[in-house]
């Protein structure tokens, strides 16, 4: 009886009448979890930044449910440590683009047949996907189908986490419609994706960016500068034993294999034309939670041009430690171009796909930036070198040119301010459907307010 208090407290079922106004008075997911005594999840994943999502609404969902989980589905590292058994490796989804996929069409059709029994055995009171859309809509299609070929009265409820990009695409609205046939409710990382979702008939909320959990593990902090004595910053250096005077660069060549394999040797030939105006230069190398890529990034280091440390994903006070010392980043597009803005460090964003792949993107995007910031901001506040423009010495230039101008780098210094607030429901216009007030031990994160729309959640 507490812990269901403590939903209400956190967020008011007042509201959450208001926010879901269109539903009939049936019965609740928790409902149906207390009939069972247990509240079952089958949750999916298919990439890092899924994994990082999944396992913070695991997490969220075991701190406010008043009834024992259960999860069963697929994910990695970070799923596995908050209870679940992935049916198979995570890596096996984690593929991006067109020409890309082709040669892993069959095994996709096996893992999601695979899946989808998983699903049918298990008897879930809830369905979860996040991202990886091309895999989660297929997976969910294909469930809403058969619960209907079953006549099943309480079938699942689905939810997807992380709207798909139909802001990017041209026509990418008008597919928005077909969702509700099989998404029951869609959370939303980005302001206005909402109200376009419920304008084309899906059940939408807006929880705000992940980016938003870790910085309420850590205060962000700009990139240190030698007046200003970082305590983390200087314990970092001195971890790595690396000399105050150096000029350190993070580079993030991505999650997947496919795009570091992809993009982490033009980074390497980058970071070569650097040795000469920066001679002291060191790379901090980021490394995804992904078995394949970590293998890959620890055979490659070996012919790294400049001294290189390697660091590892799973501790949010390491990674921000490292951007701390750091005086520019270079990275493949992606969540992380969000990080790197919000820890206030200036960055390069690069990106190269298949040649197929880009000329796809060439001519259906209808948006002239790739990376999420400039995107929001409708600026090119971060530089970008995409496609052709991604070779070594334009990267080598253009973070040449990151570290000595003081002007370029405050541009994106002062952006961040901008940016944080747009991702953020309080700020975006959220607080007049969400009490912020009436937070009890449980305060605002977007897992938070996932976790409870889910626990609170009538079906039509």
């Known amino acids: 009886m507490l812990r269901v208090l403590k939903i209400k407290l956190c967020f008011p079922l007042s509201t959450l009448t208001q926010r879901f106004s269109s539903f009939h008075a049936t019965k609740s997911v928790i409902d149906k979890a207390a009939v069972d005594g247990e509240l079952r999840v089958f949750i999916v994943a298919g990439e890092v930044s899924g994994d990082n999502i999944g396992s913070r609404l695991m997490s969220s969902l075991k701190k406010l449910s008043p009834f024992p989980l259960r999860f069963h ?16 490796p995570m890596e096996d989804l984690a593929v991006m683009g067109l020409w890309e996929l082709l040669p892993h069409l069959y095994k996709f059709r096996l893992k999601l047949k695979e899946a989808i029994d998983a699903a049918a055995m298990f008897k879930p009171h809830v369905v979860v996907t996040v991202d990886s859309k091309g895999f989660s809509f297929r997976l969910l299609k294909e469930l809403r189908a058969r619960y209907n070929q079953q006549h099943l009265k ?3 409820v689905h939810f997807h986490y992380v709207a798909p990009s139909f802001w990017a695409w041209k026509g990418g609205e008008s597919r928005l419609g077909g969702l509700s046939e099989f998404v029951d409710h869609l959370f939303c ?12 008939g899906v059940e939408a909320t807006f929880v705000g960016h992940p980016v938003l959990e870790e910085s309420s593990e850590i205060n962000f902090v700009r990139t240190c500068k030698p007046q200003e004595s970082k305590l983390e910053c200087l314990s970092f250096l001195s971890k790595y034993s690396l000399p105050s005077d150096s000029t350190v660069i993070s580079v993030l060549p991505g999650s997947r294999l496919q795009e570091v394999e992809r993009m982490l040797p033009i980074f390497s030939k980058a970071m070569k034309l650097l040795k000469d105006p920066f001679p002291k230069l060191v790379t ?46 270079l990275c493949t597009s992606g969540t992380v171009a969000v990080e790197l803005q919000l820890a206030r460090l200036p960055s390069l964003v690069a990106y190269r796909a298949h040649f197929l792949t880009e000329l796809f993107i060439r001519y259906k995007a209808k948006i002239p930036y790739i990376s999420l910031p400039n995107i929001l901001l409708d600026s090119p506040i971060i530089p970008e070198a995409l496609f052709r ?29 901008k940016l944080a607030r747009l991702l953020h429901p309080l700020e975006s216009g959220m607080s007049k459907l969400v009490h912020y007030s009436d937070l009890d031990s449980h305060r605002y994160t977007p897992s938070n307010l996932a976790a409870s729309t889910i626990l609170s959640y009538a079906k039509r």
């Open 73 to 88: 589905g697929v994910g990695g590292s970070m799923m596995c440590k908050q209870g679940l058994t992935s049916l198979f």
């Open 154 to 156: 309480n079938s699942p």
């Open 189 to 200: 990382i980005l302001p206005n994706e909402e109200t376009v979702c419920r304008e084309h």
């Open 284 to 329: 901090l190398i980021h490394v995804a939670s992904n078995s394949q890529v970590d293998h890959y990034i620890r055979k490659s280091v070996r012919d790294w041009p400049v001294p290189a440390i390697l660091v590892p994903s799973g501790s949010t006070q390491l990674k921000y430690d490292s951007f701390g010392v750091s005086q520019a980043a």
């Open 389 to 417: 423009a991604c070779k070594p010495s334009n990267l080598a230039l253009i973070i040449e040119r990151l570290i000595l101008d003081e002007e370029m780098r405050e541009k994106q210094v002062i952006a961040a301010e």
